[in-house]
T-cell receptor
């Protein structure tokens, strides 16, 4: 398995500002992903964080709104830019360790935008 | 878009009873994974079943997969109050991406 930490665990932000969420894994992993979980909803994949290249975004998500960095095989950041109340969600990173396709999730970052 | 649909959306049982949750999906899959989420926190991986498997067990958990019906079920036996959580199925394809269902909220009453 993999131990994943996220910072911050929660934050309350003002409309129009940006927040960067960090995801740290205790081992090198090939695949890292970012998900969003809106209140009372299921998880939706935002993008695949690629090491050394631009992230691959899912339909409905764009780089200008959710820029992602992946400087190495253990770390990634997701920025939520120019926030509005609709961005209030839990943001989760996950990793696929390459061991039997199991994905492990971080504890999530609960974001509230006022 | 959502791949899986869980039912029921909510389930309330007494401690000691069994809980069964179902998941249906639409496209072909490589695997199907079940997760638990407590009160909007991170997801805990419970079990993975591959498309060529029909049943797997892990402790009090039993998962079945019927690829002909594109459905899976999660059975929790002898439930405990600590099992109270939301349970999600997620289908995995060849690109490692997971597509999640809407989830079942399980409440186990002491």
């Amino acid at each position: 398995s993999a131990v994943i930490s996220q910072k911050p665990s929660r934050d309350i932000c003002q409309r129009g500002t940006s927040l960067t969420i960090q995801c740290q894994v205790d081992s090198q992993v090939t695949m890292m992903f970012w998900y969003r979980q809106q209140p009372g909803q299921s998880l939706t994949l935002i993008a695949t964080a690629n090491q050394g290249s631009e992230a691959t975004y899912e339909s409905g998500f764009v780089i200008d709104k959710f820029p992602i960095s992946r400087p190495n095989l253990t770390f990634s950041t997701l920025t939520v830019s120019n926030m509005s109340p609709e961005d209030s969600s839990i943001y989760l990173c996950s990793v696929d360790t390459g061991m039997a396709d199991t994905q492990y999730f971080g504890p999530g970052t609960r974001l509230t935008v006022l | 878009s959502q791949q899986g649909e869980e039912d029921p959306q909510a389930l309330s049982i007494q401690e000691g009873e069994n809980a069964t949750m179902n998941c249906s999906y639409k496209t072909s899959i490589n695997n199907l994974q079940w997760y638990r989420q407590n009160s909007g926190r991170g997801l805990v991986h419970l079990i993975l079943i591959r498309s060529n498997e029909r049943e797997k067990h892990s402790g009090r958990l039993r998962v079945t997969l019927d690829t002909s019906k594109k459905s899976s079920s999660l059975l929790i036996t002898a439930s405990r109050a600590a099992d109270t959580a939301s349970y999600f199925c997620a289908t995995g394809g060849s690109n490692y991406k997971l597509t999640f269902g809407k989830g079942t909220l399980l409440t186990v009453n002491p």
